[in-house]
């Protein structure tokens, strides 16, 4: 072995492992889905809403790792809703499991191979912003995404050309129109008190946060707090994919040390179980007024 020799080291996942995932899934289905939704903690029921369902457990699909929060049922269901194609995740994977970036938007890739042209990712959150209220459904219009500010992005290590470029762009990573489409919906609906837009912030959790953590959120400008998303948006633009995400407000951060509040799971689960109706129609309704195959993206549009 000479000086110059490397040891090969696996970093990240493999384009096969992708490609592997995709092509057992396309033998076990017929679905060819548009559209892929990423159900957050305590919203696995937006998957109820699909017709002619094949469904398969993470354990069961090549790749996937497992899910292993309470309130994440684990599985990818396909179906039709409103004439479209769709494939939803009923529960994800977060940093926090100890999944490394690469295993966490896994399915995102997969989901690219699979044809998906819009991911919905939708979370539950905390609310930073004083005139978020728990209940309250916030449509994300962008994103600080603190892991990766430290370098613990989705995307570091070697680039994969075949999903898209070495320095992608992220600002406007989510669609202005279907956030437009989702208010005009939310109106139609009589919920538009519920509306909101705003700034989302991933932690790493698992631990919710301090008070002086929630203090420098606050000062931050951001809008909601919560312990996943980001990562999959950053895959999800990189290949091209159009985004629209919301969060849940689920919960308020408690910002004085006056306060006796405190944040909790159980409560977490519960609001999203309160605001499950409303949010399985503002989601159907904007899968069944989106449009498909526009070139969304327009320079992102870098096909496999
Ligand atoms: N902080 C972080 N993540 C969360 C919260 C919160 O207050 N609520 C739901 N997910």
Sequence with gaps: MGSRDVTPV??????????????????????????????GSGLGMLADALKCQDSFPYADIPGFPQSTVQGHAGRLVFGELKGKTCVCMQGRFHMYEGHSLGKTTFPVR?????????????????????????????????????????????????NDDKFGPRFP??????DKGLRSLALDIAKQMGVADLMREGVYAMVGGPTFETIAEARLLHRLGVDAVGMSTAPEVVIATHCGLRVFGL????????KSYEDPDSVDHQGVLEVGRQRSHTLQQLVTQLVARMEINNNI???????L
């Design 10 to 39: 696996k970093l990240g996942v493999l384009h096969d492992e992708y490609q592997q995932s995709a092509e057992w899934l396309k033998s076990q289905t017929k679905h060819r889905p548009q559209v892929a939704i990423i159900c």
């Design 247 to 254: 969060s849940l407000i689920t919960n308020k951060v408690v």
């Design 110 to 158: 997969v989901f690219k191979l699979l044809g998906v042209e819009t991911l919905i990712v939708t979370n539950a959150a905390g609310s930073v912003a004083d005139g978020l209220r728990p209940g309250d459904i916030m449509l994300i219009k962008d994103h600080v995404n603190f892991p990766g500010l430290v370098g613990l992005n989705p995307l570091s290590g070697p």
């Design 169 to 174: 762009a992220m600002s406007g990573c989510y």
């Design 297 to 303: 993206g327009g320079s992102r549009d870098n096909t």
